[in-house]
């Protein structure tokens, strides 16, 4: 009996000083992020220079696992570096930090939120307080409302996919009443669209970086009115040289 205690004794304190000597086996949280097919998909793409694709591919990996760190720094890249939203950079940035605050390059990452943050600055700054101005900040205000109507949509719609079991882009959940006003049948299709533009109609070849919201501020006009003057245009999917009506 007293040999069994002892037994039980040594074999208990061997576990203790193994598991102090981490040679527990751990999961690699970074490895499996990194792991998951979305992850991987947007990391391929961005080897090929999709970067708009890479980015769906991130936030659907985000989907799949909101805490995953991986992602979360990715998109802080190509936002910021790829698509010229400082704003959204910033904000994945900071979750990064958030869910590995023992980063080794948390002080690399915090520098670059503070150099997105004075090219924010440099944004508001430039403002005057002029007619012009004052259009231009109205159209950041509802440019901001739509964007954070579009997320509650996109959020509402992950968790029907996640429920339902199938798999759709936030795009899918985007309503098309923005371009309804241009929509109808045989002729009456071009007809609508003429009677939205005025006679002499402007347009614009799409360069890098150019979102809806940004080609409206560069012609003071809405978003809306850009979208109705190009029926049938996908907003998230702008191809570079792509030409569009400006009203």
């Not at 698509?83 to 980063?103: D, V």
């Not at 009443?177 to 614009?204: D, F, H, I, L």
């Amino acid at each position: 009996m007293l040999r069994s205690v002892h037994f039980f004794v040594g074999s208990l304190a061997l576990v203790c000083v193994v598991a102090l000597c981490g040679c527990f086996p751990s999961g690699s949280s970074q490895a499996d992020e990194e792991k998951e097919p979305h992850f991987l998909a947007g990391k391929s793409r961005v080897s090929g220079m999709d970067y708009q694709g890479a980015i769906e591919e991130f936030e659907r990996a985000l989907d799949v696992n909101p805490r995953s760190a991986a992602a979360h720094y990715e998109l802080g890249i190509l936002l910021g570096e790829k698509a010229g939203k400082p704003a959204a950079a910033i904000y994945h940035y900071e979750k990064y930090l958030e869910l590995r605050p023992g980063a080794g390059n948390a002080d690399i990452v915090q520098q670059q939120i503070m150099g997105l943050k004075l090219e924010l600055t440099k944004g508001l700054t430039a403002l005057s307080s002029t007619p012009e101005a004052q259009q231009q900040i109205n159209l950041l205000i509802e440019e901001n409302r739509r964007l954070k109507e579009e997320l509650e949509r996109w959020r509402t719609g992950a968790g029907v996919r996640n429920g339902a079991g199938t798999e759709s882009s936030p795009a899918q959940t985007q309503p098309r009443a923005r371009t309804e006003p241009t929509v109808g049948r045989g002729t009456g299709q071009s007809q609508t669209a003429a009677t939205n533009r005025p006679a002499t109609t402007r347009t614009y070849r799409v360069e890098t970086g150019d979102t809806p919201a940004s080609i409206a501020r560069k012609y003071r006009i809405s978003a809306d009115a850009l979208l109705a003057a190009n029926p049938g245009l996908n907003p998230r999917r702008l191809q570079v040289g792509q030409s569009l009506n400006i009203p």
